[in-house]
């Protein structure tokens, strides 16, 4: 099963922008995430086409299950 983590951020015109992190480390701690998402916020390292990263709305943590189908 592939698992990712989705950050999603708000930027200045009030928009959703997401970034996504494959394979990330399990058990994903709540606590971590939030301050890695400040730093990413703080440093203003990150911009869409709304402008820079502003805020916070939320995480989540994606699975994927993905069977191969036999073509005969």
Do not use: C, W, Y
Not at 9 to 23: L, S, T, Y
Not at 42 to 65: C, E, H, M, P, Y
Request: hydrophobic share 45%; glycine share 6%.
């Amino acid at each position: 099963m592939e698992k990712s983590l989705e950050l999603e951020f708000v930027n200045e015109q009030g928009k959703a922008v997401r970034i996504v992190i494959d394979n990330p480390i399990e058990p994903v701690n709540a606590q971590h995430v939030s301050s890695v998402m400040d730093t990413i916020i703080a440093a203003n390292i990150f911009t869409s086409n709304g402008g820079d990263f502003v805020g916070k709305q939320g995480a989540r943590l994606l699975q994927r299950d993905v069977a191969e189908v036999s073509l005969t």
